[in-house]
C-alpha cells in the first residue's frame, strides 16, 4: 500500500498545483493574466477588469454606470472630434430633431424671466387643441411651481416632452386673467421640420432655407419646390448657412434632384468600410433649373456634402464663406438601456475626389479644432477672401476647368465676407445682446390685441412701420441694457435695425413667414444672390 502511494503521489500533487492554479486565475484575475497564463492580448478584456476591480474593491463607494460612461467618454475623445457618447437621458434631445418628430405637448417657448413663455402653439397640436395661445406663462407643471426658479430650456423641454398618450398638467398665467388657468394636455406626436422657409423672393427666383437633413428632409424639399415651380420659379436659392447636417442619404438624395443621371454625388471609404458610391438617378426634377447655394463657416457635414456634389459637377454657384470643415461619417449603435454611440466609420469624397475634413490631432485635444471660427476670425479669413489658407497639395479641377481645394471645407466660388468696420461697432453690441430681439419680443407680448388687427403676414407688413417714437423707445431700451448711446453708429444702423425691430416682431406673430422675408431684405449674401440669379453670367 505504502508503494503504490509513493507511486501516485508525483501524480497527486501536480493534480493539486493544477488546481491552485485555476482558484488563483478565478478569484484574481488580473494576477492570473498577467503572470499564469500566456493571453491573447487582442482578445482580452481589461477594460471590463478595470471596472470590475474598481466596483468591488475601491475605498469608497463607485456607480459602475458612471465610471462606465466616463471611460467611454475617454476612448471616444481620443479617437477624433466627432465620434460620441450620447446617455439614455439625453437621446431624445440628440435623435428627435434627425428623425423629423418628437412626442410632446406642441409649443414654442422661451425662457423669460425664469419662466415658461408660449411664442406659440404648434397648428393642429395638443396644446392649442386646449386652448393655449402665445404670450401664455407656464408657472406650474403637475402643481409644481417651476416660474421664478431658474429653470432652463432643457429643463422645460424634460418636463414638457413625454410618450404619446400620457398627461401633463399646467397651471397658466394669462395676461388680463386674474387667476391661474389650469389646462389637462394630452402629449402627441409633433412634426419637425428641416425647412424653414419657402417663397419667392422675387418673380421668378425662388427662396428655400434648409436648417437640417433629417428623415423628412427629401420629402419636405420635394414638397415646397413643386409649391414655387408652380409659382413661376425659373431659378432657385438654396440657402444651407448654419445648417450642421445630418443623414447622409437625405443629402445624397437632394442632390439627386439637381444631377443628371449617372453623375457621382459623393463616395465615402473608411478602414472597415470598402469603397461606397452614390450617384445620381433619372428622378432628378430640378436638373436644368439654375442654382445659387448659400453657406458660412457653420455649414457642414451633409450641407458640405450636397455643396460639394453640386460645386464639384460644375451645377450652380456656391456663394458666402468657407464652411465648416467635417468630412466624417458616423454610424449610430443603439444599446439596450437607451443610451447610444456614434462612431466614425468613414471619411466622405466629394465627386472630384476631396476630402473636406479639417485636420486635428487627438494627441493634442480637440480644443483648436472647436475653436476654429475664433481662429477665422483672429486670422480675418471671415473679412478676406485672401486669408483662407489653401494647400496646392490638395488642389483639385472639376470637369468644366474650375480649381477646387480640400483638406478644409468648401470654398465658395464667390465669396462674400462678414460685413465689419468701425461703423458697426455700435449695432454689433446691440446684436451681440439679443436686444432687438429681446425688445421685439416685449413689444409684441404688451400690445397682442393692437397687433391682432393684422390679417395675416402681408397685411402686417404692409400697414405696420416702427414710428419713431418706437424706434426711441427701442433706444432708450438699450440704453436701460448697457449700451452707450452713439450718435455716428446710430445714424449708420437705424435701417437695418428698424428692420430687425419689425422682423421680430412678425416672427412673434407669424413665425418663420413673417421674419425671413424682412430679414432677407437687408442680408448682403441674400442680395447677391438675387444678383446672380438675375445676371447668371
Do not use: W
Amino acid at each position: 500500500m505504502k508503494q503504490k502511494l509513493v507511486i501516485y503521489l508525483p501524480l497527486l500533487l501536480a493534480v493539486v498545483l493544477i488546481a491552485g492554479i485555476f482558484l488563483g486565475y478565478k478569484l484574481s484575475p488580473m494576477v492570473a493574466y498577467s503572470n499564469l497564463v500566456k493571453v491573447n492580448f487582442d482578445k482580452y478584456n481589461k477594460l471590463n477588469d478595470v471596472i470590475s476591480y474598481i466596483e468591488n474593491e475601491y475605498v469608497d463607494s463607485v456607480s459602475k454606470k458612471d465610471i462606465t460612461e466616463e471611460g467611454i467618454d475617454g476612448i471616444l475623445n481620443h479617437l477624433d472630434p466627432h465620434s460620441q457618447y450620447i446617455p439614455a437621458e439625453n437621446f431624445h434631445d440628440y435623435n428627435d430633431p434627425l428623425v423629423g418628430k418628437f412626442e410632446g405637448i406642441g409649443i414654442q417657448f422661451r425662457i423669460e424671466k425664469d419662466t415658461i413663455v408660449v411664442i406659440q402653439a404648434i397648428p393642429g397640436g395638443p396644446s392649442e387643441k386646449v386652448g393655449l395661445v402665445a404670450g401664455d406663462r407656464i408657472v406650474t407643471v403637475r402643481d409644481s411651481l417651476i416660474a421664478g426658479n431658474g429653470i432652463d430650456n432643457n429643463g422645460a423641454m424634460r418636463l414638457l416632452k413625454g410618450p404619446r398618450g400620457t398627461t401633463v398638467d399646467v397651471g397658466i398665467f394669462r395676461r388680463g386673467v386674474d387667476n391661474l388657468l389650469d389646462f389637462e394636455i394630452t402629449r402627441d406626436i409633433i412634426p419637425t421640420y428641416s425647412i424653414d422657409i419657402a417663397f419667392m423672393a422675387k418673380p421668378g427666383i425662388g427662396y428655400i432655407r434648409l436648417t437640417r437633413f433629417s428623415a423628412t428632409t427629401y420629402d419636405e424639399f420635394k414638397e415646397a419646390s413643386e409649391k414655387l415651380l408652380k409659382q413661376g420659379m425659373q431659378s432657385l436659392i438654396l440657402d444651407l448657412r448654419d445648417n450642421s447636417g445630418g443623414y447622409l442619404q437625405a443629402a445624397e438624395n437632394l442632390a439627386d434632384e439637381f444631377l443628371e443621371d449617372g453623375k457621382l454625388i459623393v463616395f465615402t471609404e473608411g478602414f472597415h468600410q470598402p469603397r461606397e458610391s452614390t450617384y445620381a438617378t433619372k428622378k432628378g426634377s430640378l436638373e436644368k433649373l439654375p442654382v445659387v447655394v448659400m453657406i458660412n463657416e457653420n455649414s457642414a457635414s451633409a450641407s458640405e456634402i450636397l455643396a460639394g456634389a453640386l460645386q464639384d459637377n460644375d451645377r450652380g454657384t456656391i456663394i458666402g464663406r468657407r464652411s465648416f470643415g467635417k468630412g466624417l461619417v458616423q454610424r449610430q449603435l443603439d444599446f439596450p438601456d437607451g443610451s447610444a454611440i456614434r462612431l466614425t466609420i468613414a471619411r466622405y469624397y466629394t465627386p472630384t475626389g476631396r476630402c473636406i475634413q479639417r485636420p486635428y490631432d487627438p494627441k493634442e485635444g480637440f480644443d483648436d479644432y472647436y475653436a476654429e471660427s475664433y481662429h477665422r476670425y483672429v486670422n480675418g479669413e471671415l473679412t478676406d477672401k485672401d486669408s483662407i489658407p489653401l494647400n496646392d497639395s490638395l488642389k483639385y479641377v472639376t470637369p468644366g476647368g474650375k480649381v477646387v481645394y480640400g483638406g478644409g471645407g468648401i470654398m465658395p466660388d464667390v465669396f462674400i465676407p462678414v460685413e465689419s468696420g468701425e461703423e458697426f461697432v455700435y449695432f454689433n453690441k446691440i446684436t451681440r445682446k439679443a436686444l432687438i430681439f429681446r425688445y421685439a419680443f416685449e413689444y409684441t407680448d404688451a400690445h397682442r390685441k393692437e397687433l391682432s388687427v393684422y390679417k395675416n403676414f402681408d397685411d402686417f407688413d404692409k400697414h405696420f412701420q416702427v414710428s419713431p417714437v418706437l424706434f426711441n423707445e427701442f433706444i432708450d431700451y438699450t440704453e436701460k441694457n448697457g449700451i452707450e448711446r452713439n450718435k455716428e453708429g446710430l445714424d449708420f444702423a437705424r435701417n437695418d435695425m428698424m428692420v430687425l425691430l419689425k422682423a421680430y416682431i412678425a416672427r412673434n406673430l407669424y413665425d418663420n413667414e413673417g421674419f425671413y422675408p424682412l430679414y432677407l431684405s437687408i442680408d448682403n449674401v441674400y442680395q447677391k444672390a438675387i444678383e446672380l440669379c438675375e445676371n447668371p453670367t
